[in-house]
């Protein structure tokens, strides 16, 4: 008999139903997509659904400041700044953390980015999350010097939150209509899963898709949803009129 691996439920429909339940528990997920597509507010969604749950969230900005992420989030009914007030969820600048711990403001050398590496990592052991995001992964590749310090950084990131019992979501900046899922091409193969979210024009409309690329440890969907935006709902996502494709 195959036993099932326990699952982290996002809260998002569909997402929960493509993946027969939710994200397998420890996994390492990048969420990809061009710039405005909602990689962002799928990542807080994921974490304050957690906190309904019962689950502890931390979110790490290394984009947008948190005083501008938390105005941008609130205007959607699944944010509530109580959930911060509570200790359930903790936002916390990436680059404060790093500037105060005096590392390097351009590249980190290996020292500095296992410093890095041990802080997020107590942050979480500390906080005992539950769910994680590094929002973006990408800028925080760029302080990395080379390919083998990034492959280092995400593979031990995520074998420690594994550890932790921690379900990480690490959001992927690419430019549109690249076929990678990923800037430097490393984060796609090490993550476990990705989630790709795109652009796609349809009679001069833009329109957001969704689609689940790959899901380490279980079978899941492939195929392509309408992601909407919305203040009630947050992200929601229909299936796509195969006539309208
Ligand atoms: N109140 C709202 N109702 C509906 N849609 C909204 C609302 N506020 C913002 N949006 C949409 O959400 C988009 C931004 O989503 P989000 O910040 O999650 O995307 P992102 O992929 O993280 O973007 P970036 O690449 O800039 O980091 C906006 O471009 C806008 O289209
Ligand atoms: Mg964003």
Redesign the pocket.
């Known amino acids: 008999m195959i036993v099932e691996k326990p699952r982290c439920k996002t809260g998002i429909d569909v997402l929960d139903s493509e993946l027969n339940g939710g994200i397998p528990v420890g996994s390492t997920i990048l969420v990809s ?1 061009g ?8 990542c807080m969604q994921f974490l304050c659904n957690g906190v309904k749950l019962g689950d502890k969230g931390v979110f790490f900005t290394a ?1 947008e400041t948190v005083p501008k992420l938390k105005k ?1 989030q609130n ?1 959607f009914d699944f944010f509530d700044e109580k959930l911060i007030k509570s200790g359930e969820l903790s936002i916390i600048d990436l680059w404060s953390i790093s500037d105060r711990l005096g590392l390097s403001p351009e590249r980190y050398n290996l020292e500095e980015a296992n410093i890095l590496f041990e802080v997020i990592r107590d942050i979480s052991k500390e906080l005992d999350a539950k769910r994680l995001v590094i929002d973006s992964i990408t800028s925080l590749c760029y302080r990395l010097q080379t390919r083998e310090m990034i492959r280092e950084f995400i593979f031990k990131l995520g074998s420690s939150l594994a550890a932790l019992r921690c379900t990480t979501l690490l ?1 992927s ?1 690419v430019p549109p209509r690249v076929f990678q899922y990923s800037q430097y091409e490393i984060e796609e193969f090490i993550a476990d899963g990705i989630i790709f979210l795109e652009d796609v024009e349809r009679r001069g409309d833009l329109i957001r898709t969704f689609q689940i690329v790959k899901m380490r440890g279980t079978s899941h969907g492939r195929s392509k949803f309408v992601l909407n ?3 009630k709902n947050g992200i929601e996502l229909a299936p796509m009129l195969k006539s309208h494709v």
């Open positions: 997509g710039s405005g597509v909602g990689k962002t507010t799928l984009t941008h205007v959001t900046e935006i919305s203040e």
